[in-house]
């Protein structure tokens, strides 16, 4: 499965944007600085949400979209593969109003706003009926993808279930006690790296990469747009925590990460089990042939010992 958006090679950079303006402060030429919201689109959500007060920080549709909201029927049935226009939305969630690089420079409080306003939005997209699953990713670091530097993450919602969440609702369907005995192996195994307010931090036991994270509930749930405000400010917390420690123990290293949670409403089987996810993916070794090609993934640290490091960073 391919998405082909054109408009994605029109996305600036930080050095084209300082070339056209001439300028080296952030404030005169970044779009997503506070004082350039003229840059962007209006928002479809803010923190706070009254619009005299200052905010610091917003989801805004992205200018370059790799879904739109174009008619799914509007088809090529004479394609080789089924070829359609990608249905959905795609936003930018702006992290902080100051051009910060990490998210280490937000503030504790407004970094819990932003996972906030994240759960409030997939909300609204569940809401509309026409969106069968929606994902909120983070690319920071040019080696993991990120052509801005200011801190943001993107939010997608497509009118399909895509192929690895298929294959993980597949897998739970198959054994509905996969999420505890993942929880409870990382317990035994040493694996386990932080826990808070009933959400758990632990190493996989197949890591892509080294130090690579999931966070997860402790108990069956679902949908993170359901998450209760306590599991959303745990959120915030251990990824402010884990990206702090994975600074000192892989200084440097980029990242990327993505939540996977179950469809919406009648487009996919609720699974019992089943519990929201997120994957956070340091890029410290570079994925080569043998990965692209067969899908399996190359670690020269072992889960347990990465869990340790990353406890005593």
Not at 226 to 253: I, K, M, N, S, W
Not at 289 to 302: K, R, S, V, W, Y
Request: aromatic letters at 6%; one cysteine or more; glycine letters at 8%.
């Amino acid at each position: 499965m391919a998405f082909i958006a054109p408009e994605r090679a029109e996305r600036p950079n930080d050095a084209d944007l300082v070339a056209v303006d001439a300028a080296t402060d952030p404030g005169t030429w970044c779009p997503f600085c506070a004082g350039n919201e003229h840059r962007t689109p209006p928002a479809v959500l803010r923190a706070p949400a009254e619009a005299s007060r200052s905010w610091h920080a917003r989801i805004v549709p992205n200018r370059y979209p790799v879904a739109t909201e174009a008619d799914p029927r509007d088809d090529d049935g004479g394609a080789v593969a089924p070829v359609r226009p990608a249905h959905g939305v795609h936003d930018v969630v702006v992290e902080s109003a100051r051009h910060e690089s990490t998210i280490l420079g937000v503030q504790p409080d407004e970094w819990r706003d932003v996972w906030h306003l994240c759960r409030a939005r997939l909300e609204m997209l569940a809401a509309r009926g026409d969106l069968a699953w929606a994902t909120i990713f983070k690319n920071s670091g040019p080696a993991a993808g990120a052509s801005l530097a200011h801190v943001h993450s993107q939010l997608v919602g497509l009118d399909f279930v895509p192929p690895s969440i298929r294959a993980e609702l597949a897998a739970a369907a198959a054994d509905v006690t996969g999420f505890a005995r993942l929880i409870d192996d990382a317990v035994r195994s040493g694996r386990l790296v932080a826990e808070q307010a009933g959400l758990v931090a632990l190493a996989p036991p197949a890591p892509r990469q080294p130090f690579e994270t999931w966070i997860l509930p402790a108990r069956s749930a679902p949908l993170f747009h359901a998450a209760e405000p306590a599991h959303v400010e745990a959120l915030a917390d251990l990824t402010r925590l884990l990206v702090g420690r994975l600074a000192r123990v892989a200084p440097g290293a980029d990242y990327n990460w993505w939540l996977h949670q179950a469809p919406y409403g009648d487009h996919g089987r609720q699974v019992a089990g089943w519990r929201w996810h997120l994957e956070i993916l340091p890029r410290v070794t570079s994925l080569a042939g043998f990965e692209l090609g067969t899908g399996c993934h190359i670690n020269t640290l072992p889960p347990d010992e990465a869990a340790g490091l990353l406890r005593g960073a």
